[in-house]
């Protein structure tokens, strides 16, 4: 049985193409040069594989960047580090607020500003709204608006649509304001501030007067009290009756320290006006004779005064001519 098993499949096999010469000696002689000699494998350019792994990269970059650029601000012109001008704050390009700065905006003087502001109320309802400005050529920061909390819309609108501020800057220049909700950044804009305008002195102001002089005001330095009811910066210079109303006339006496001048001119600069005008007899003189020692000064002088209104005001005082100091003080009635 098992024989007869054996002689079929052989028979089975012969009729396939397993039977007979199946490869050529051209075949069998690449096979064998392909098994003892394995073909190379080409090693890529290392130059190659730096340059396009560079471009790569830079490519993935630009793009990663640009889109998280665009993605917080709404454009590349709203990035928070962008200095080129623009009243419109925008994210993902809608305008959440937009600035209406004044026309005749200049350094060194207070201006109003119009905030419109594009969100429902409920965003702003019952947080503190801050503005804080940066110089861009000085890198200045200042705190223009203190936190206001946010009780109300803007009057006969829905919501903040037009929220006034007035506030100055020092320089000229470009100027990034940021808003600030609750003291997180709510977005920013940058704003051209022209230079200081310049100071028109009246045509019969005494001629050693100088623009200089109203310039370089230290509005910080404000007068205090000291003494037997004076104001006035101590041991310079100090005014007997500043603390009374002015507006329709006061008298006032002056007392200088370390000097023993004759002549006292006083040189009024109104802050937010910008005007420069004579205060004494009553707005009609800008100088007065001084008399001696009074009130432990060494010079003294007796005036009326009239203050046209009321705001910040600086008494730019000349003895003998010569620049002799600054009183810095409100005047609110």
Not at 277 to 296: A, K, M
Request: net charge negative.
């Amino acid at each position: 049985m098992m024989e007869d098993k054996l002689k079929e499949l052989k028979k089975a096999m012969d009729s396939t193409t397993l039977k007979g010469r199946h490869f050529t000696e051209i075949q069998e002689s690449k096979i064998r040069r392909a098994v003892h000699h394995p073909v190379e494998t080409k090693s890529p350019n290392p130059f190659m594989i730096f340059i396009m792994t560079t471009v790569a990269l830079c490519l993935i970059g630009f793009f990663v960047s640009t889109e998280l650029m665009v993605n917080k601000n709404g454009s590349i012109n709203g990035s928070p580090n962008t200095w080129e001008v623009h009243h419109d704050y925008k994210e993902n390009h809608n305008v959440l607020f937009s600035i209406l700065p004044d026309p005749d905006l200049h350094a060194g003087k207070a201006y109003g500003y119009i905030f419109s502001f594009k969100e429902p109320f409920d965003t702003f309802k019952g947080k503190e709204l801050s503005i804080s400005a940066t110089h861009k050529k000085t890198g200045e920061r200042i705190e223009v608006m203190e936190p206001q909390n946010i009780t109300e819309p803007s009057k006969g609108y829905s919501s903040l649509q037009r929220f006034t501020a007035s506030f100055q800057v020092p320089y000229g220049g470009l100027w990034r304001y940021e808003v600030y909700l609750d003291g997180k950044v709510y977005g920013n804009v940058v704003v051209n501030v022209e230079e200081e305008s310049p100071v028109t002195l009246p045509e019969d102001i005494p001629e050693y007067v100088q623009e200089s002089d109203i310039h370089h005001i230290d509005w910080d330095r404000k007068a205090t009290t000291f003494g037997t009811n004076m104001t006035g910066n101590g041991g310079k210079s100090g005014i007997i009756g500043a603390d009374m109303p002015s507006l329709n006339g006061q008298k006032w006496m002056w007392h200088l320290w370390d000097t023993d001048a004759s002549d006292l001119t006083v040189v009024a600069y109104q802050r937010d006006s910008g005007t420069v005008q004579p205060i004494l007899d009553n707005g009609e003189s800008w100088t007065i004779p001084l008399g001696g020692e009074n009130n432990g000064a060494d010079v003294h002088a007796p005036s009326s005064v009239t203050i046209p209104e009321r705001g910040e005001w600086a008494f730019v005082l000349y003895a003998d001519g010569e620049l002799f100091d600054v009183v810095v003080m409100e005047i609110a009635n």
